[in-house]
């Protein structure tokens, strides 16, 4: 995918701060294929947060806030449902 090079994480727009540091800790999953963040809006968030929002038949949708900024974030996936579950578990553990 353009943007890519050796990573899963494509970069083609700028990322909120702390998401790349983030996704880099993950992006070696089995189950992630790509990593895709999308635009970024205003939040009212201070700290770095990943939250799921649901499952396509692709991959996951999570939202990414941190330092007053919302970010989508699509984890491309072959075993989404996967995916979201190791997600979770990640999230409550970390």
Known sequence: MKFRGSSKIKTE???IKGLLKLL???EEWEE???IIPGLIKPSKSSTIELTIQYV???G????AKSDGAVQEVFFVSSEPEKLKNRLQEWLNNG
């Open 60 to 63: 996951v949708k999570c939202l």
């Open 56 to 58: 396509t038949t692709s």
């Open 24 to 26: 880099e800790s993950i």
């Open 32 to 34: 992630i294929q790509g």
């Open 13 to 15: 727009h700028s990322m």
